[in-house]
């Protein structure tokens, strides 16, 4: 299984994972240019529940710095979608937004970290959701020559708003776009903008999924937060605004981190 996984950990890096619903997914005209390039970002952890933007933002911090997102999510949907030995492993679990085992996930992660392309950092998106991955990844990252002390950005954003970001998320199966029936409608209903591909709805998006995936975090992933606030270099920005916004605090808070201030 570690060869299959491994040939498929690389596909989906820069990929879209998940984003803001849609509202938030496109890079806006205005975005992150003229910070932040001196820093070298060693590996950052965005933090948040889901809808919150980690995706969004990951592939903000992804053009500034040139390190890759890495985001769990879409490595096992691309694992899925080939058959791989962990696809057919995780496929059931991730039906309704359940976890995958931890050990299957650390393995993944362990595959993509020692591809050289994170050698300067990178960004992970959707890991570690559960004490026990934060446990692991800290571990690895410890014996890793050379590397950088983690830093963590947790994203919030308000319920009401995560839970329209999720159900009203569609995405564009040949582009990859993401749109958001609520929050920025395709032109024409159902169909994409760009290359008028019929939308389709991840089946973990539902609001019944998104009760038992908020019901998930809350019980396995904000204990992660408070492991990485206790540890010292973490930040919380508040995920409700343009991506630009957002993007320019979570920078700043990298860099205000890894200069110790
Ligand atoms: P995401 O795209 O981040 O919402 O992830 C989609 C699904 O993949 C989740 O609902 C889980 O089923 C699974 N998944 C992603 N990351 C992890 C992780 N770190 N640990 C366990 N399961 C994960």
């Given at each position: 299984?570690?060869?299959?996984?491994?040939?498929?950990?690389?596909?989906?890096?820069?990929?879209?994972?998940?984003?803001?619903?849609?509202?938030?997914?496109?890079?806006?005209?205005?975005?992150?240019?003229?910070?932040?390039?001196?820093?070298?970002?060693?590996?950052i952890l965005?933090l948040?529940?889901?809808?919150?933007?980690?995706?969004?933002?990951?592939?903000?911090?992804?053009?500034?710095?040139?390190?890759?997102?890495?985001?769990?999510?879409?490595?096992?949907?691309?694992?899925?979608?080939?058959?791989?030995?962990?696809?057919?492993?995780?496929?059931?679990?991730?039906?309704?937004?359940?976890?995958?085992?931890?050990?299957?996930?650390?393995?993944?992660?362990?595959?993509?970290?020692?591809?050289?392309?994170?050698?300067?950092?990178?960004?992970?998106?959707?890991?570690?959701?559960?004490?026990?991955?934060?446990?692991?990844?800290?571990?690895?990252?410890?014996?890793?020559?050379?590397?950088?002390p983690i830093v963590a950005v947790s994203?919030?954003?308000?319920?009401?708003?995560?839970?329209?970001?999720?159900?009203?998320?569609?995405?564009?199966?040949?582009?990859?776009?993401?749109?958001?029936?609520?929050?920025?409608?395709?032109?024409?209903?159902?169909?994409?903008?760009?290359?008028?591909?019929?939308?389709?709805?991840?089946?973990?998006?539902?609001?019944?999924?998104?009760?038992?995936?908020?019901?998930?975090?809350?019980?396995?992933?904000?204990?992660v937060i408070e492991h990485y606030r206790a540890q010292g270099r973490f930040a919380e920005v508040?995920?409700?605004?343009?991506?630009?916004?957002?993007?320019?605090?979570?920078?700043?808070a990298v860099?205000r981190m890894?200069?110790?201030?």
């Open positions: 299984m570690v060869e299959q996984a491994s040939s498929l950990t690389g596909a989906s890096v820069s990929a879209c994972s998940e984003s803001a619903g849609g509202a938030l997914a496109q890079p806006t005209a205005h975005s992150v240019s003229s910070v932040g390039h001196a820093v070298t970002p060693g590996p965005l948040g529940a889901p809808g919150v933007g980690k995706g969004t933002q990951a592939r903000e911090l992804m053009r500034l710095w040139a390190i890759p997102q890495i985001s769990t999510g879409d490595l096992l949907r691309a694992n899925v979608s080939q058959g791989t030995e962990l696809g057919l492993a995780a496929k059931e679990i991730m039906q309704c937004g359940n976890l995958v085992p931890d050990d299957l996930v650390n393995r993944m992660v362990a595959i993509r970290l020692a591809q050289p392309d994170t050698l300067n950092g990178f960004i992970l998106d959707g890991f570690p959701r559960t004490l026990p991955q934060a446990h692991w990844l800290d571990a690895e990252l410890a014996v890793r020559p050379g590397a950088l994203l919030q954003v308000d319920y009401n708003l995560l839970l329209r970001r999720i159900t009203g998320r569609r995405n564009c199966p040949v582009c990859q776009r993401i749109y958001n029936v609520f929050l920025q409608p395709p032109q024409r209903d159902g169909f994409c903008d760009v290359d008028g591909a019929a939308l389709v709805q991840r089946a973990d998006d539902t609001e019944t999924c998104f009760q038992g995936r908020i019901g998930n975090y809350q019980s396995l992933t904000a204990p508040h995920g409700d605004r343009e991506v630009a916004a957002v993007a320019a605090e979570v920078i700043s860099e890894r200069s110790g201030a």
